[in-house]
Nanobody, 115 residues
Framework: QVQLVESGGGLVQAGGSLRLSCAASGSILSFNAMGWFRQAPGKQRELVAIIISGGSTTYADSVKGRFTMSRDNAKNTVYLQMNSLKPDDTAVYYC?????????WGQGTQVTVSS
């Protein structure tokens, strides 16, 4: 069992920044991948960014150049730095991990961007 705890969400004006954190209960070095997803009201959950075990990161087209995903292996934590936020970025953001133990989700953190 892997526990993921997100933090850092909140209310921000358009153009502002937030940094989300996701702390894992185990060593993230053992994970095949960790990712950030988001789900806006009435929409399907979508991938925002993902880091695979080799270290490469992939971003959704809608956030490229604005969001940066990083990790701190010593703290077993991944981050999502979100800059130049837009109202369309409003959603619940979820952390996800995939490993030999299975697939796990965090509880989500709300991000609201006002215009």
């Amino acid at each position: 069992q892997v526990q993921l705890v997100e933090s850092g969400g909140g209310l921000v004006q358009a153009g502002g920044s937030l940094r989300l954190s996701c702390a894992a209960s185990g060593s993230i070095l053992s994970f095949n991948a960790m990712g950030w997803f988001r789900q806006a009201p009435g929409k399907q959950r979508e991938l925002v960014a993902i880091i695979i075990s080799g270290g490469s990161t992939t971003y959704a087209d809608s956030v490229k150049g604005r969001f940066t995903m990083s990790r701190d292996n010593a703290k077993n934590t991944v981050y999502l730095q979100m800059n130049s936020l837009k109202p369309d970025d409003t959603a619940v953001y979820y952390c996800h991990s995939a490993s030999r133990l299975g697939s796990f989700w965090g509880q989500g953190t709300q991000v609201t961007v006002s215009s």
